[in-house]
């Protein structure tokens, strides 16, 4: 139990901090084992709060690509259009994504209703 909680609080860690691709290889690593292990509500409740925490950021990220987007009407660029395009298309694929952590985290909600 020990172990699964240093690792549990190292995953967070290192989700929280800005990191090399080395550290988001590493955090994968630890994620996995993370999920592996889970099997108490504390451990399921703490993979869900990391998968709200991940669709959070996804959201955040297209939010910022849609008002970069809107940053390109009336611009100078005569690509202006390719550009806002781009961003929509972003913004769209993080908020897609945001939705798949949503579905993890309720699952892992489920889980930990489950293990209790």
């Known amino acids: 139990m020990t172990t699964r909680f240093a690792v549990a609080l190292l995953l967070g860690a290192l989700a929280l901090s800005p990191g090399s691709a080395a550290a988001e290889e590493q955090a994968d690593s630890l994620e996995q084992i993370v999920v592996e292990m889970a099997d108490t509500p504390a451990e399921h409740a703490a993979l869900a709060k990391h998968y709200r925490a991940q669709a959070d950021q996804a959201r955040a990220l297209a939010k910022r690509h849609l008002s970069m987007g809107r940053a390109y009407v009336g611009g100078k660029s005569t690509q202006g259009r390719q550009f806002q395009n781009h961003c929509r298309k972003i913004a769209e ?23 209790e």
């Open 93 to 115: 694929q993080q908020e897609a994504m945001a939705q798949e952590y949503d579905a993890l985290a309720k699952l892992q909600d489920e889980e930990a209703k489950k293990a």
